[in-house]
């Protein structure tokens, strides 16, 4: 297809500026509440204090900090372990006189926790405190947010498939169907096994949501207006982070937040009848009606000389594993696009990695996790519509390269900043340059792969980078239990990292966006 025509087709459509904050407004709501559930378990999980439960000083009517000071005096505010008294004896003694017992007597050894009560003061009731998440139970916490990365990291790929081969528009429609299901009936699941594997779904449905809506808006659009549209549509992010803790404070427990967070995406179902299908793809496939009617009825002509003729469906399931494979292979049919395709791989994990470690790190920098929450949120507003200016008078490469360089700095100071405001602050800074860098480079990867191959290299990259959201609650848990600064030091680096690899990519500014391999290859 010859990209010149499409583009002047688009770019008389884009000059009606109620159009494109139409497709603005139906492309960017739905990842509010995508931006939300990618980030819940924060509030979800939670991070509450707790220690043994003794059923006999529960029987006595004990306060939680009677008991704590009985049964775990000095030890830490999240206690796996309990002094072995002979609690039926301090039952009948009474608070004043077991606490004096507890004074004058040597203490006896520590014994591993059967179960635990909850501070649920700071963090209502969790998914933590309900099935007792915590000491050696702990890593299946982290799994409450790696639930969703696994089912990213599967639906990017599967639905990048299926959107080159079946539209756009019917994968969003189909991905707000799964959300609002999943992710409503994920509130009244009983059992943890249940809760994980409807967290996979809700995850399979925001990779399609995702994808289909990113990819929609960049292919209504030309490049003109793709800097500016795209990194507009990144604020859905940054509406989700400062919506998410005022509906986590205004609930109870984790039941009514996922529900808070659930119940509205049965709104963009309306979506569905107002969404357009991208042309670009609608030509491709010899739909030239459908596309003339998005674009206007006078290109239908030149849709039909410039565009090649679509390929056979195929009929049986062994015929799509086929056409999958082959499809997949031919990403790595030139050494130019392999290139392209592992770069923006390793960069889109490195901003999925920044964007949820930065996020679930508030409970070991010693803040107020509701208030840090809704301060990422804010920060990615400019961080989003920063680069808009740079990209106006710079190239993505260099302003990717530029970006990821100051965040990784930023980020690898927090190593020398205490704990607290101070270390919050370097944080949310580089979250804001990160946040930019990350905005660049999903832009520069729309513009680095043809129209053929896209959408599935998209979610392709999309895939790799699930691996962020995957490993960040892990990091987040283990080493920044050891140092709050350690996971923004390790993400530090790999920012500096994926600065040095961007050098290697060609820039794409002022370039039509092109529809094959061969002319990719050709610039």
């Not at 297809?1 to 494109?20: I, R």
């Not at 990194?231 to 427990?253: E, I, K, Q, R, W």
Request: hydrophobic share 45%.
């Amino acid at each position: 297809m010859d990209p010149v025509v499409l583009e002047k087709a688009l770019e008389t459509k884009c000059k009606n500026y109620t159009w494109l904050v139409r497709i603005l407004f139906l492309t960017t709501t739905p990842i509010i509440f995508n931006s939300v559930h990618l980030t819940s378990y924060t509030f979800l999980g939670g991070n509450p204090s707790f220690f043994c439960n003794v059923p006999e000083l529960v029987e006595a009517n004990w306060t939680k900090e009677q008991i704590r000071e009985i049964s775990s005096p000095g030890l830490e505010k999240q206690s796996c372990v309990q002094y072995a008294w002979n609690y039926s004896l301090l039952k009948e003694m009474g608070f004043k006189e077991a606490l004096d017992y507890f004074n004058r007597s040597p203490k006896p050894d520590v014994i591993k926790c059967k179960n635990y009560i909850y501070n649920e003061e700071v963090f209502h009731q969790t998914v933590v405190s309900e099935w007792d998440l915590v000491c050696d139970n702990a890593p299946l916490s982290s799994t409450v947010q790696g639930a969703v990365a696994i089912g990213k990291f599967f639906g990017a790929i599967t639905f990048g498939l299926f959107s080159d081969r079946f539209g756009r528009k019917k994968i969003f429609v189909f991905s707000c169907l799964l959300y609002a299901i999943a992710g409503n009936v994920a509130a009244f699941v009983k059992s943890y096994a249940m809760f994980i594997m409807f967290r996979v779904l809700i995850g399979l449905a925001g990779a399609g949501v995702l994808d289909a809506c990113y990819t929609i808006i960049l292919e209504l659009t030309v490049k003109s207006y793709r800097a500016c549209l795209g990194n507009m549509f990144n604020l859905g992010f940054s509406l989700g982070m400062v919506y998410l803790p005022v509906a986590a404070y205004l609930t109870s427990n984790w039941r009514q937040l996922e529900l808070a967070i659930s119940v509205p995406m049965f709104l963009f179902i309306i979506h569905c009848w107002f969404m357009p299908e991208s042309p670009r793809w609608l030509i491709t496939t010899g739909n030239f009606d459908k596309a003339a009617k998005i674009l206007g009825k006078e290109h239908e002509l030149d849709f039909k000389e410039i565009a090649r003729c679509p390929p056979e469906e195929p009929q049986s399931v062994l015929d799509q594993v086929c056409i999958f494979w082959k499809r997949y292979l031919e990403l790595f049919s030139s050494l130019e696009l392999t290139k392209r395709l592992l770069i923006c791989s390793f960069t889109w994990f490195l901003g999925n990695l920044y964007y949820f470690s930065i996020a679930l790190n508030g409970s070991n920098i010693d803040v107020n996790e509701y208030l840090y929450v809704g301060l990422n949120g804010i920060v990615e507003i400019p961080g989003y519509l920063s680069p808009i200016i740079f990209l106006k008078y710079f190239g993505r490469r260099s302003t990717g390269i530029f970006l990821w360089f100051v965040a990784g700095v930023i980020l690898l100071a927090t190593t020398v900043t205490p704990k607290g405001w101070p270390m919050m602050c370097i944080s949310l800074f580089g979250r804001l340059v990160g946040t930019g860098a990350y905005g660049v480079v999903m832009l520069y990867a729309s513009e680095l792969f043809p129209t053929e191959h896209r959408n599935f290299a998209i979610g392709s990259c999309t895939t790799v980078a699930q691996l962020g959201p995957l490993l960040a609650p892990y990091l987040v848990d283990t080493l920044g239990k050891i140092a709050g600064w350690m996971p923004t030091a390790v993400c530090g680096l790999l920012a500096l990292l994926g600065a040095f690899f961007l050098v290697l990519l060609p820039e794409t500014r002022d370039t039509p966006m092109p529809d094959t391999i061969k002319e990719m290859n050709l610039r």
